[in-house]
């Protein structure tokens, strides 16, 4: 355990990831070996309704999928969480949700190599109804955002200071495959996976919500 430099309050020891907000004082945390340093405040989370909090688990082919941290993006028409997960495996995988809606993806960095990406990383745009082919799969671009960081929790592996902004496109294939690309100052990021829903990710530890009844199929 360590301490944050700015209020004092104990850091959680969630992973050996670099940023940490802290839940008190929401200062951002930046962690490099034994230093931690307070590089400034990072906006306070809007309310939300999600059942999924920091300690929640996910059980996806025969692992445990822990999430760890949280960035909530908005946009002029809504916003929505992206949960960091867990895995001890060193794979950096994200829970993308929306409106109930869960989309489960990974690193993929062989995407990149893919021409459009490759010209989207060096700031070309890409259409809605973009279709690329990824290992036999057609993906299709089915939503395009400019979004900016609400704010954030937990451990992360990049900074979440408020002004952050990114382009996100959602792709989509026949059979619930997901893509995700996201282009920001650290340049082009892509995340492969598929849609759920929550009860098929096998989830625990979930957030208890007055008024909300958990669904069939799902447990505290």
Not at 55 to 62: D, F, I, P, R
Request: glycine share 12%.
């Amino acid at each position: 355990m360590s301490n944050c430099p700015s209020c004092g309050a104990l850091l959680p020891e969630r992973s050996a990831l670099p940023y940490a907000t802290c839940a008190y004082c929401q200062s951002l945390i930046l962690r490099t070996g034994l230093t931690i340093e307070d590089v400034g405040k990072v906006a306070v989370l809007p309310p939300d309704v999600s059942p999924i909090e920091l300690g929640t688990s996910l059980l996806v082919e025969g692992l445990k999928l822990t999430v760890i941290g949280r960035v909530r993006w908005g946009w002029p028409d809504g916003a929505w969480n992206e949960w960091l997960l867990d895995g001890g495996d060193g794979t950096e995988r994200w829970l993308g949700e929306a409106m109930g809606a869960f989309m489960l993806t990974a690193a993929q960095p062989a995407l990149l190599k893919q021409p459009a990406i490759a010209s989207f990383a060096q700031g070309g745009e890409i259409a809605l109804g973009t279709q690329l082919v990824f290992e036999g799969v057609t993906l299709t671009a089915i939503d395009i955002k400019q979004a900016q960081c609400l704010g954030s929790e937990g451990d992360l592996p990049f900074p979440t200071l408020p002004g952050r902004i990114m382009t996100s496109i959602d792709f989509r294939g026949p059979n619930r495959e997901a893509m995700s690309l996201q282009r920001d100052e650290r340049g082009v990021s892509a995340w492969l996976g598929y849609y759920s829903d929550l009860a098929s990710l096998s989830p625990a530890n979930l957030r208890v919500l007055e008024g909300w009844d958990m669904p069939h199929g799902l447990v505290r």
